[in-house]
């Protein structure tokens, strides 16, 4: 597509439910991000994939935090039993490999009740 | 410990005149900075780069100066406009370049241009 797409753009869910959230980057970028923005705060990496490889998951603020990517397009980051501090603007950035600007979507703003 | 500051969470500039945005640096592996700018409700935008070989960088109205000695690195957008209000994002990369490290980001500057 012309640029990178997230679904949903809002999500609202009860503490205590999973929840999935979707990034579908620029067609040909093999190298993906997401990033997550609490109030306030800046912009928290929280993993890469190169293609459909995630070399360090470190990033992930828990265990209840996974992420995956198939075909080397679509990823999907899931959020177990979610907590309110997971509350935040969830974002997905794709590039081509070895380029520092990085496409951005507009985000999944999950709001945890 | 934030490795990447913006110690103004605000800026206002009047339309016409200089805008100066500025982002300190703790982590002296940093090699290559960037700026994004970002709308309500939308993505942040890339805007201009700058390698630790440089000290400036220019692109149109947009130029981004690095003093590495002081680890700082400043914004300058001349004449403001308008259409610059937003929140601007300081952001460093290592040597990975910006792969599985990520780019770290500051906390963002909004700026207002005032008519």
Same mark, same amino acid.
């Given at each position: 597509g012309a640029g990178v797409s997230q679904s949903p753009?809002?999500?609202?869910?009860?503490?205590?439910?999973?929840?999935?959230?979707?990034?579908? *980057?620029?067609?040909?970028h093999t190298a993906l991000y997401w990033y997550r923005q609490s109030l306030g705060q800046g912009l928290e990496?929280?993993?890469?994939?190169?293609?459909?490889?995630?070399?360090d998951k470190s990033g992930? *603020?828990?265990?209840?935090?996974s992420a995956e990517r198939t075909g080397g397009s679509v990823s999907t980051l899931t959020i177990q039993r979610t907590q309110q501090e997971d509350s935040a603007v969830y974002l997905c950035a794709s590039s081509l490999v070895g380029a520092y600007g990085y496409t951005f979507g507009s985000g999944t703003r999950l709001t945890v009740v | 410990d934030q490795q990447v500051k913006q110690n103004s969470p605000s800026l206002s500039v009047q339309e016409g005149r200089i805008s100066i945005l500025n982002c300190d640096y703790t982590n002296s592996m940093f090699d290559?900075?960037?700026?994004?700018?970002?709308? *309500? @409700?939308?993505?942040p935008t890339f805007l201009i780069s700058i390698s630790s070989i440089k000290d400036?960088?220019?692109?149109?109205?947009?130029?981004?100066?690095?003093n590495k000695s002081a680890k700082h690195l400043s914004l300058h957008i001349v004449?403001?406009? *308008?259409?610059?209000? @937003?929140?601007?994002?300081?952001?460093?990369s290592g040597a990975s370049g910006g792969g599985a490290?990520?780019?770290t980001f500051g906390k963002g500057t909004h700026l207002i241009i005032q008519p």
């Open positions: 753009s809002n999500k609202v869910t009860e503490k205590g439910k999973d929840v999935e959230l979707r990034c579908d *980057p620029i067609s040909g990496f929280l993993i890469y994939f190169q293609g459909n490889s995630a070399p992930l *603020p828990s265990d209840r935090f | 290559y900075f960037l700026w994004y700018k970002k709308y *309500p @409700a939308e993505g400036k960088n220019e692109d149109g109205r947009f130029t981004v100066f690095l004449p403001s406009q *308008p259409g610059d209000s @937003a929140v601007y994002f300081c952001a460093a490290d990520g780019l």
